[in-house]
């Protein structure tokens, strides 16, 4: 299967090449190619297990890989420089307990180099916690720690961000207004790759990867994927493209749509 091919007249910003991780007899990534462009948010969509999360820790060089490559940037992962123009936000936390919301948040702003007092306020409303900027992580409630761990990961303001299920735990209103955010960083040219396994947001995201089993089983806009499965739902939608039914028994000899 072909790759994701970057908007016309762009260059790819993240681009993958016959990228393979195998742990032990298996290929949690299998021979995966991507090419994705700037200003475009992409949803890498599947179950648990299929292989999104080492995907994208391959991408970023947290993982090195069995085989092929992946370039950020035009600079070929893993590499310390290129880290400083990357955001990821893993689906763990990745904040310190006993810092407060502040220090966090001022913490991994100077680990990337972000000076601006002004940024630290800017992400801190977006993530509503600047009533909570004196506050210890570990007295926030899950979704608010969520919540911070988005924050840290906007506060450079890189052009290239990895977020791995980013709404877990946050409630829908706010969920909508991240969303909102994340569409206008897509427009001023950041590239967003996010990890779901919820088929909800799928359609919030200009281009689509379905993934299973550490392969891209099909891709492209939610409208056209779901053209090609003949389903009015992206749910139902992937289920095809596995040769599953809408209740995931196997259909025979259903090989889904190419």
Same mark, same amino acid.
């Given at each position: 299967?072909?790759?994701?091919?970057?908007?016309?007249?762009?260059?790819?910003?993240? $681009?993958?090449?016959?990228?393979?991780?195998?742990?032990?007899?298996?290929?949690? $990534?299998?021979?995966?190619?991507?090419?994705?462009?700037?200003?475009?948010?992409?949803?890498?969509?599947?179950?648990?297990?299929?292989?999104?999360?080492?995907?994208?820790?391959?991408?970023?060089?947290?993982?090195?890989?069995?085989?092929?490559?992946?370039?950020?940037?035009?600079?070929?992962?893993?590499?310390?420089?290129?880290?400083?123009?990357?955001?990821?936000?893993?689906?763990?936390?990745?904040?310190?307990?006993?810092?407060?919301?502040?220090?966090?948040?001022?913490?991994?702003?100077?680990?990337?180099?972000?000076?601006?007092?002004?940024?630290?306020?800017?992400?801190?409303?977006?993530?509503?916690?600047?009533?909570?900027?004196?506050?210890?992580?570990?007295?926030?409630?899950?979704?608010?720690?969520?919540?911070?761990?988005?924050?840290?990961?906007?506060?450079?303001?890189?052009?290239?961000?990895?977020?791995?299920?980013?709404?877990?735990?946050?409630?829908?209103?706010?969920?909508?207004?991240?969303?909102?955010?994340?569409?206008?960083?897509?427009?001023?040219?950041?590239?967003?790759?996010?990890?779901?396994?919820?088929?909800?947001?799928?359609?919030?995201?200009?281009?689509?990867?379905?993934?299973?089993?550490?392969?891209?089983?099909?891709?492209?806009?939610?409208?056209?994927?779901?053209?090609?499965?003949?389903?009015?739902?992206?749910?139902?939608?992937?289920?095809?493209?596995?040769?599953?039914?809408?209740?995931?028994?196997?259909?025979?000899?259903?090989?889904?749509?190419?």
């Amino acid at each position: 299967m072909d790759g994701v091919a970057p908007t016309p007249g762009t260059s790819p910003v993240v $681009v993958a090449t016959g990228l393979v991780k195998s742990f032990g007899p298996i290929r949690a $990534v299998d021979g995966i190619d991507l090419a994705l462009a700037a200003g475009r948010i992409y949803g890498l969509l599947g179950p648990n297990g299929s292989g999104k999360t080492t995907l994208i820790r391959l991408l970023i060089g947290l993982t090195r890989a069995s085989g092929g490559e992946a370039r950020i940037l035009g600079t070929p992962m893993p590499s310390r420089t290129a880290l400083g123009r990357i955001g990821y936000m893993p689906q763990s936390e990745s904040i310190y307990p006993e810092l407060s919301v502040g220090e966090n948040l001022a913490f991994f702003a100077t680990l990337q180099g972000a000076q601006s007092a002004d940024a630290l306020d800017r992400v801190l409303d977006l993530v509503e916690l600047a009533e909570r900027r004196n506050t210890p992580a570990t007295h926030l409630s899950g979704g608010m720690r969520r919540r911070l761990s988005l924050a840290c990961t906007l506060v450079h303001e890189p052009p290239v961000l990895f977020l791995d299920e980013p709404t877990v735990g946050v409630d829908p209103a706010l969920r909508v207004q991240f969303w909102a955010h994340f569409r206008r960083l897509a427009a001023a040219g950041t590239t967003i790759l996010v990890a779901s396994h919820v088929m909800d947001e799928a359609d919030r995201c200009d281009e689509l990867l379905f993934v299973r089993s550490g392969k891209v089983i099909a891709q492209g806009t939610g409208a056209s994927l779901r053209a090609q499965a003949g389903t009015t739902d992206l749910e139902s939608a992937f289920l095809r493209f596995s040769g599953l039914d809408d209740e995931g028994r196997p259909i025979d000899g259903a090989k889904g749509p190419t």
